[in-house]
């Protein structure tokens, strides 16, 4: 696909008009607001990123990678030592802000990668590269999106149901999205899918964000408490599900939001194709498996007391919140990448596509 400047600007993560900050939407406020924040220093992309202002594996990929850029812009030195040592101390920082999604310090590393690759520029010189490269990053995910989408269209068929879990549309990526994207691009194609989104507590990410976009899209959506995918399957009235993922280790085993797990396990009881749709940054070969990958814990305020009027249960009461958990490889049908879909064994193909598309 040919990616356009509307393109860019029409993601939820975008670099500012004056090319000196990024523009993101307010995740936090959907769906009842639709708020932009100006994001210009270390401790903003820290904080958009902490409180999913900014969320989605990919959409913090390429807010990191344009934060990088952002600040590497505002670096006052010629030294290029000194440079490359505070761009590592952001890059550290940014990376802190949340554990779980690998994007986040792919991106980064991607744009450290550069200074070391460059050792001749001049810092001026580098700070037009990592721009470029923050820009190279976002365009990349658009085209990934839009592979996924199109592999992802091929599994199933017009009329079909179609259960997700968490938010993996346009608003978490750029342009198509990646579990949503099958149904964006089948929508576009005149192909109708009816789709079930389960709430997604304790963010409520399926409610807030995915009923959201799939209904001004268009596109037939139910939303469902998480408790009730069970029903909802037994019924018949689910032929596939397509979830996201935040990390898929190198044999196939992936983390993504908490509650996926659950989904994965109805749908083999119920004989429902699992697949988990996702670009190669979202693959981490160097975490041998789903053991290997770190999982966030939230402040356990989000269970008792977020979405409510009053609080749901006594400040006393212990709370255990992870935001992910990670799918067992042998639960999944298949991964859908940009580089194809990719079915078991994991370890073997997840290998070669990661080699076909370096
Ligand atoms: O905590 P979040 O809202 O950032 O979690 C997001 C998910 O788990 C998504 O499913 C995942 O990032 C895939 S996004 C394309």
Redesign the pocket.
Known sequence: MIVTEADYQSCSVHLYQTGDAVEILDQRQLPNRTTMMVLKTAQEFYDAIKT?AV??????GICAGYAMAVLASQKDTADTKAFRQSMEKDGEYLISS?P??VNLSWAVKRMLDLISLHQECTVAELQKLMMEEAKAIHREDIEMCYAIADYGLSLVKPGDGILT?????PL??SKY???LGPLFLGKERGIDFHVFSDETRP?L?GARLTSYELQKAGIDVTLICDNMASLVMKNGWVQACF????RIAANGDF???IG?SQVAIMARYYGIPFYT??PRS?IDMNCPTGADIPI?LRNPEEIKNMWYQEPIALPEVKCYNP??DVTDHTLLTAIVTDQGIVYPPFEENLRKIMKAGS
């Not at 969320?55 to 913090?60: C, F, M, S, V």
């Open positions: 999913l969320r989605g594996a990919p959409a913090i949340r779980t999604a879990h968490c938010n993996a549309g978490a990526t999205g990646t579990a963010l990410q979830v996201g993922c935040d983390a993504n939001k996926t749709l996702g979202t966030e935001a992910f």
